[in-house]
C-alpha cells in the first residue's frame, strides 16, 4: 500500500504573495502549471510547482525552509476582494439576463471622460443602457475624429468622469 501524504495547511495565494513580496500574479501563474501526470485542470494548484518557486528564491525570503515560509504565510492577513466581502455589482436586467453590470457613472452626450489606461480624453457622442460611443477630444483640424462604442463593464475599470 502506498502512504498518503501528511495534510499540510496550506495558506492562500495571496497570503504567499505578500511574504515573497512578488505581484500575486506571478504566483498564479505558477500555480496553473500542469501537474504531471494529470489532466490540465485550469483550477487545480500545483502545489509542487509552487514549493520549487519558494525553494529557489528561499535566500530571498528571510526564512529557513518551506515550512517557515508557509507558516509565515499563513499570519498574514490580506483584504478581501469586493466580491469575498459581500459587496455585489448592480446589474442590468437586458432581456430577461443580469450579466451587464450598471455603469459607475452616469455620463450624457457631451460629457467629458478620462480614460485612465492612456492619459486622454474623450467626449460621450451617445449612451445606452449598455453602451457608451466616444471620441477624442484631441483631433488636429480638418481630421475626422473616429468614433467608438465601449460596453459598460469595460468603461467602468478603464473611465472616469471628469465633467458633471
Not at 485550469?42 to 528571510?62: C, M, Q, V
Not at 509565515?72 to 483584504?79: D, G, M, Q, R
Not at 492612456?118 to 466616444?134: H, K, Q, R
Request: net charge negative.
Amino acid at each position: 500500500m502506498s502512504e498518503k501524504a501528511p495534510v499540510v495547511a496550506r495558506p492562500t495565494l495571496k497570503q504567499l504573495a505578500e511574504v515573497l513580496g512578488c505581484p500575486v500574479d506571478r504566483i498564479r501563474s505558477v500555480a496553473r502549471k500542469p501537474i504531471i501526470g494529470e489532466a490540465y485542470d485550469p483550477k487545480a494548484i500545483n502545489w509542487d510547482a509552487i514549493d520549487a518557486f519558494i525553494a529557489n528564491r528561499l535566500e530571498k525570503t528571510g526564512y529557513d525552509t518551506l515550512e517557515d515560509v508557509y507558516a509565515a504565510a499563513l499570519e498574514v492577513e490580506v483584504k478581501t476582494t469586493s466580491r469575498a466581502a459581500g459587496i455585489k455589482t448592480e446589474m442590468l436586467n437586458v432581456e430577461g439576463s443580469e450579466t451587464t453590470p450598471a455603469r459607475k457613472h452616469n455620463v450624457q452626450p457631451g460629457d467629458i471622460v478620462h480614460d485612465k489606461k492612456t492619459g486622454l480624453d474623450y467626449e460621450v457622442e451617445y449612451v445606452s443602457p449598455t453602451i457608451v460611443v466616444y471620441h477624442s477630444t484631441n483631433v488636429e483640424e480638418g481630421k475626422i475624429a473616429l468614433s467608438h462604442s465601449i460596453g459598460n463593464r469595460n468603461f467602468n475599470s478603464r473611465f472616469s468622469k471628469l465633467s458633471d
